[in-house]
């Protein structure tokens, strides 16, 4: 053998243990394996940030009163966390480069207990609202991160599968972290609620770094790449989407209690259960749309959408005429329609590039949780200047408005639906 071929040989020998490191073959990346306890892993990591960026909707009455707030002050609460959250998806996603993703979302989640803790302690609503802005920080390139692995856990033809299961914990959240969270609040108050979420955070940490595999990538994220997504229509048309959809929801949801007390008499235990109710139903909603939304997108938003629409308007009608029972049923079916969206508007997007998973997920992240905090600030503004009636009625009209969108948007083709 000559020295060049043993030098080949031994270049060879290089490339296969980096190729093996990196989970790389041909420039593809291969999975790594973790299978369904990773995506429950990361299911639990989805539920933990939902959780910790909606805990102050079940507590806004008792923390603008301990802090002499009014309700749109407290909704900043809300707020900041959507604003954090949406610029630090992307922004997270181009700096951790080919960082191994287990370990940056353990950090990440570190940070969540951080940020519980201190607003467990705040004295002020300013101090509350810098424990707002971690969450924001850890919540965004958490959901960044979590929401594209799916593909590299368990074999393609499940891949649908584990990604509704991983978006299941956005709707757990509502079933359990949200109503939890209010009945935390209603037994300790709502610091001891911050405390039991930290300790959440933690146990979630440590669920991760026992069962994700290493995660490395074989490059990174770049600028070009995710702005380049903007260039293909139907891309854009799923944003715009996401954007109706969020910000309608949110505009209501942030303000669901002081709702249902104005409209509808509801006491603090009864406003629990109907949050309950909703998340049961999200729930259902999540697996039902993921079903049925990789074969077709366009057609299962288009009921998400009508669906939102009527139940968010007829809210008040029927809070003032069949009082508490009648709003939680409307309020159900408005959990079952708004559990569907996260995992149809993520399938929407992974099918439209189907070749820039991460990045996509970057822009998915980065607009919902954008929308999150137009929501709840227009929905603050609609509360302190049109009352709490006023926030439903914004929801709605941005429901509508996601209808037309899905209706005469550009969709993903058909076969890149077919094949995700």
């Known amino acids: 053998m000559t020295k060049s071929e043993r030098a080949g040989d031994a270049v060879d020998a290089v490339a296969d243990v980096s190729e093996r490191q990196l989970g790389v073959r041909n420039g593809e990346l291969r999975r790594p394996g973790g299978g369904w306890p990773a995506v429950g892993a990361l299911a ?47 922004v997270l996603t181009l700096l951790i480069g080919r960082r191994d993703r287990r370990t940056v979302l353990a950090a990440l989640m570190a940070t969540l207990t951080a940020a519980n803790l201190l607003a467990t302690y705040a004295p002020n609503v300013a101090v509350l609202l810098v424990a707002r802005v971690l969450v924001g920080f850890g919540m965004g390139g958490v959901w960044a991160i979590a929401s594209g692995l799916a593909v590299r856990l368990v074999p393609e033809r499940r891949a649908a599968a584990a990604t509704s299961l991983i978006f299941s914990g956005v709707a757990a959240a509502s079933v359990l972290g949200v109503p ?63 954007v109706l959809l969020v910000a309608g929801h949110f505009a209501a949801y942030t303000y669901v209690r002081p709702v249902l007390e104005a409209v509808a008499g509801a006491q603090p235990g009864q406003v629990s259960t109907v949050l309950l109710a909703f998340g049961i139903a999200g729930l259902v909603g999540n697996f039902a749309a993921g079903a049925v939304a990789a074969r077709s997108p366009r057609a299962t938003l288009l009921v998400i959408c009508a669906v939102l629409a009527g139940a968010l308007m007829l809210v008040p009608p029927m809070g003032r005429s069949a009082g508490v029972l009648g709003a939680a049923a409307l309020v159900a079916v408005w959990g079952l329609a708004y559990g ?57 009209a941005l429901a509508v408005g996601a209808l037309l969108t899905v209706a005469l948007g550009r969709a993903p083709a058909r076969k890149a639906a077919a094949a995700h």
């Not at 069962?211 to 990174?220: C, E, F, I, M, S």
């Not at 992240?365 to 009636?389: H, Y």
């Open 44 to 90: 639990a990591g989805t539920f933990t940030v939902v959780t910790s960026e909606m805990l102050p909707v079940g507590l806004l009455t008792p923390i603008g009163r301990d802090l002499g707030v009014s309700d749109g002050t407290a909704g900043l609460t809300v707020t900041v966390t959507g604003v954090v959250a949406a610029l630090a998806a992307p």
């Open 180 to 242: 939890a969270g209010a009945l935390v609040g209603e037994l300790g108050g709502w610091r001891a609620a911050f405390a039991a979420m930290a300790g959440v955070c933690a146990v979630v940490m440590v669920a991760l770094l026992v069962l994700l595999p290493p995660l490395p990538t074989p490059g990174a994220v770049r600028l070009g790449g995710v702005l380049g997504l903007l260039r293909r229509p139907p891309v854009c048309t799923g944003l715009v989407l996401v």
């Open 340 to 396: 569907g969206v996260s995992v149809s508007t993520q399938t929407w997007l992974m099918t439209a590039a189907p070749d820039a998973r991460e990045a996509a997920s970057a822009l998915f992240v980065g607009v919902f949780n954008g929308a999150v905090a137009a929501g709840s600030l227009a929905g603050g503004q609609a509360a302190d200047g049109w009352g709490t009636g006023g926030v439903i009625w914004l929801g709605g």
